[in-house]
């Protein structure tokens, strides 16, 4: 594909499926997808309902496998290394590739223990640092203005734009390296889905963000990649702009211009 | 397409006339389907009318009943109760004044419900209650917690398929054959044990209560930690937190109201639990803080002595009196369970 030489060209390459099929028990959700993710750019994942978006990403950090009986088959390489070999310490591998999910889930704790969550777990209990950690989590999610007086206050009396900043400053306060978003504005308003759209554009400078979408315009208006995702396969995988003025595909264009899906 | 913007219709206006709504619809005889349906119901809304005013009123009899009888067992156990107070010198509920060996007047809590000078202090039957409920809440908390916990977040579909009816099960054993189990084999395991002075004693009964409640906690709490929403695992998962860090630092913490719910409503089994107590603990009326100690509980004293004396009579109230007491601590624990499993439903946003 002319987009791999492109793309191997300028970037360093973060992520890398190699032939990865993916399978719930006896389904199999993702069919032999070979792509990549760049260091620092922001790669959309679009497709319809049940296409295996989420799965996708979900396969990176491996957490579909907790609540799931799952199977897979081939590669994928965070900086090289497959992140299903045996040998692969699971906590660290989600401390650096943080996730966003569907729904803003905040603990229903404080703000503060929110945000806190991820560094008391690997043992920083010194308070002076956790207030630095967790200050500047939030003010990184663009959150800190709105909450630095009610650090105190349960999670759970915000509105669901902040919740959703939220969890994404307590997905920054273990430092990632990747951030894997999965549909992180399907339960927003207008409004609130602007926010964390300019947020992800300024993330983008820091981490390497893998972002699944049900919105066409978000996906052009926000990511430098696109992969489209059809029935488990990979159908098209380009540069965004490309992807949306002149699709290789058939099928890519009718699904862009919402001729089903 | 073009609108005819002056037709008070808005019909498009090159549309042909003849595509009526009607057309090309399935038909009975000249009937629509429509025409079927408003005529069938025609014929049996009458009837249908009926039907429903009656079922709504037996519905709502049936609400009302369960309240009413419930008011009922109230008023009279609280009326009963009240004379009491008037047969029998209010202090005397706690304590009266006897003569030692040594012949001092002595401040005792003693209930000997017997003779001219009946003693009814419900002191010694409270303690007797507690000595019981408290370590049997204790035990259950720790076996039917940690229960529940594995049902919800560590036993796979299977286990728990097998796990959590059998649980269900123990508490459907009548309790007069873990009473049974209590008095023959298990008094003799704790006096070998403990090398206890009483054979039959409060922690013997405890146990035995324990089994009657620890599938109430675990039920409970197995509800409790399912209610909690995936998404705060998946949360917690993410972060790189491990399956233990995820139970205890997440999943309990969100779901403790239901668990804490749970132990109270237990214990209000523990309390109200009374053919195991009365087999199992002595029925010996101490004032003790020895759990190895022979004990009476209020319900044993009930169930024991209820029976065998003549209505009206300053016993007969006080025992109404001991019920009421009874009634009153188990009710007050049922609602303040009920408001902490609320407050969970808020906090939750379930």
């Given at each position: 594909?002319?987009?791999?030489?492109?793309?191997?060209?300028?970037?360093?390459?973060?992520?890398?499926?190699?032939?990865?099929?993916?399978?719930?028990?006896?389904?199999?959700?993702?069919?032999?997808?070979?792509?990549?993710?760049?260091?620092?750019?922001?790669?959309?994942?679009?497709?319809?309902?049940?296409?295996?978006?989420?799965?996708?990403?979900?396969?990176?950090?491996?957490?579909?496998?907790?609540?799931?009986?799952?199977?897979?088959?081939?590669?994928?390489?965070?900086?090289?290394?497959?992140?299903?070999?045996?040998?692969?310490?699971?906590v660290?591998?989600?401390?650096?590739?943080?996730?966003?999910?569907?729904?803003?889930?905040?603990?229903?704790?404080?703000?503060?223990?929110?945000?806190?969550?991820?560094?008391?777990?690997?043992?920083?209990?010194?308070?002076?640092?956790?207030?630095?950690?967790?200050?500047?989590?939030?003010?990184?999610?663009?959150?800190?203005?709105?909450?630095?007086?009610?650090?105190?206050?349960?999670?759970?009396?915000?509105?669901?734009?902040?919740?959703?900043?939220?969890?994404?400053?307590?997905?920054?306060?273990?430092?990632?390296?990747?951030?894997?978003?999965?549909?992180?504005?399907?339960?927003?308003?207008?409004?609130?889905?602007?926010?964390?759209?300019?947020?992800?554009?300024?993330?983008?400078?820091?981490?390497?963000?893998?972002?699944?979408?049900?919105?066409?315009?978000?996906?052009?208006?926000?990511?430098?990649?696109?992969?489209?995702?059809?029935?488990?396969?990979?159908?098209?995988?380009?540069?965004?702009?490309?992807?949306?003025?002149?699709?290789?595909?058939?099928v890519?264009?009718?699904?862009?211009?919402?001729?089903?899906? | 397409?073009?609108?005819?913007?002056?037709s008070?219709?808005?019909?498009?206006?090159?549309?042909p006339?003849?595509?009526?709504?009607?057309?090309?619809?399935?038909?009975?005889?000249?009937?629509?389907?429509?025409?079927l349906?408003?005529?069938?119901?025609?014929?049996?809304?009458?009837?249908?009318?009926?039907?429903e005013?009656?079922?709504?009123?037996?519905?709502?009899?049936?609400?009302?009943?369960?309240?009413?009888f419930?008011?009922?067992?109230?008023?009279?156990?609280?009326?009963?109760?009240?004379?009491?107070?008037?047969?029998?010198k209010?202090?005397?509920?706690?304590?009266?004044?006897?003569?030692?060996?040594?012949?001092?007047?002595?401040?005792?809590?003693?209930?000997?419900?017997?003779?001219?000078?009946?003693?009814?202090?419900?002191?010694?039957?409270?303690?007797?209650?507690?000595?019981?409920?408290?370590?049997?809440?204790?035990?259950?908390?720790?076996?039917?917690?940690?229960?529940?916990?594995?049902?919800?977040?560590?036993?796979?579909?299977?286990?728990r398929?097998?796990?959590?009816?059998?649980?269900?099960?123990?508490?459907?054993?009548?309790?007069?054959?873990?009473?049974?189990?209590?008095?023959?084999?298990?008094?003799?395991?704790?006096?070998?044990?403990?090398?206890?002075?009483?054979?039959?004693?409060?922690?013997?009964?405890?146990?035995?209560?324990?089994?009657?409640?620890?599938?109430?906690?675990?039920?409970?709490?197995?509800?409790?930690?399912?209610?909690?929403?995936?998404?705060l695992?998946?949360?917690?998962?993410?972060?790189?937190?491990?399956?233990?860090?995820?139970?205890?630092?997440?999943?309990?913490?969100?779901?403790?109201?239901g668990?804490?719910?749970?132990?109270?409503?237990?214990?209000?089994?523990?309390?109200?639990?009374t053919?195991?107590?009365?087999?199992?603990?002595?029925?010996?009326?101490?004032?003790?803080?020895?759990?190895?100690?022979?004990?009476?509980?209020?319900t044993?004293?009930?169930?024991?002595?209820?029976?065998?004396?003549?209505?009206?009579?300053?016993?007969?109230?006080?025992?109404?009196?001991?019920?009421?007491?009874?009634?009153?601590?188990?009710?007050?624990?049922?609602?303040?369970?009920?408001?902490?499993?609320?407050?969970?439903?808020?906090?939750?946003?379930?």
């Amino acid at each position: 594909m002319k987009v791999e030489h492109g793309i191997k060209g300028q970037q360093k390459t973060k992520i890398k499926l190699e032939e990865l099929t993916f399978y719930y028990g006896k389904y199999k959700a993702i069919d032999n997808v070979s792509m990549e993710f760049l260091e620092c750019k922001v790669t959309a994942i679009i497709g319809p309902s049940g296409c295996g978006k989420s799965t996708l990403i979900k396969s990176i950090n491996r957490i579909s496998e907790i609540t799931n009986d799952v199977q897979v088959e081939g590669k994928v390489l965070l900086d090289n290394k497959n992140v299903y070999d045996r040998d692969v310490d699971l906590v660290d591998l989600r401390r650096r590739v943080g996730m966003v999910f569907q729904r803003p889930n905040p603990f229903p704790k404080s703000i503060y223990d929110n945000v806190a969550f991820g560094p008391r777990l690997y043992g920083v209990n010194n308070k002076k640092r956790l207030d630095e950690i967790v200050e500047y989590s939030l003010v990184k999610s663009a959150l800190w203005n709105e909450v630095k007086d009610r650090l105190n206050q349960s999670a759970i009396g915000f509105s669901g734009g902040q919740q959703q900043r939220l969890c994404i400053a307590r997905a920054l306060a273990v430092d990632p390296e990747v951030l894997l978003m999965d549909e992180p504005c399907a339960a927003l308003d207008p409004t609130a889905t602007a926010r964390i759209e300019e947020l992800i554009e300024d993330l983008k400078k820091y981490y390497t963000i893998a972002i699944v979408t049900h919105n066409m315009q978000q996906a052009a208006r926000i990511s430098d990649y696109t992969g489209f995702l059809l029935n488990g396969q990979l159908i098209e995988y380009n540069i965004t702009t490309e992807m949306f003025t002149n699709p290789d595909k058939k099928v890519t264009e009718d699904y862009i211009t919402g001729r089903f899906g | 397409m073009k609108y005819d913007l002056q037709s008070s219709n808005f019909r498009a206006a090159n549309m042909p006339n003849s595509t009526s709504p009607e057309s090309g619809l399935k038909r009975f005889g000249d009937k629509r389907i429509s025409d079927l349906l408003v005529e069938s119901r025609q014929a049996n809304v009458n009837r249908q009318r009926v039907q429903e005013f009656i079922i709504e009123k037996l519905l709502f009899a049936g609400g009302m009943a369960a309240i009413l009888f419930i008011a009922l067992i109230f008023i009279f156990l609280f009326k009963e109760g009240a004379k009491a107070l008037f047969l029998i010198k209010p202090i005397e509920f706690i304590g009266t004044h006897i003569l030692d060996f040594d012949n001092n007047r002595v401040f005792a809590c003693m209930w000997q419900p017997v003779g001219e000078s009946g003693k009814y202090s419900i002191v010694p039957l409270l303690i007797g209650s507690f000595l019981v409920a408290l370590p049997a809440t204790v035990i259950s908390t720790i076996l039917g917690g940690g229960c529940g916990i594995y049902l919800a977040e560590i036993a796979s579909a299977k286990v728990r398929e097998i796990v959590k009816p059998a649980i269900e099960l123990l508490a459907g054993i009548p309790t007069v054959v873990i009473g049974f189990l209590c008095l023959t084999l298990l008094a003799t395991y704790v006096q070998n044990a403990f090398h206890t002075t009483f054979r039959l004693n409060a922690f013997v009964g405890a146990i035995g209560v324990s089994l009657v409640i620890i599938p109430v906690i675990a039920s409970i709490t197995d509800d409790a930690l399912r209610a909690v929403p995936n998404e705060l695992r998946e949360a917690s998962y993410g972060l790189g937190a491990t399956r233990w860090e995820t139970i205890w630092k997440v999943v309990v913490p969100a779901g403790i109201s239901g668990v804490t719910a749970s132990i109270i409503l237990g214990m209000g089994r523990a309390l109200g639990e009374t053919m195991i107590v009365v087999m199992a603990t002595g029925n010996a009326a101490l004032v003790t803080g020895n759990i190895f100690s022979s004990v009476r509980t209020m319900t044993a004293t009930i169930a024991a002595e209820l029976g065998a004396v003549p209505q009206g009579g300053p016993q007969y109230c006080a025992l109404f009196l001991v019920g009421a007491i009874l009634f009153f601590i188990t009710f007050v624990l049922n609602l303040v369970a009920e408001m902490i499993i609320n407050r969970m439903r808020k906090k939750l946003r379930l």
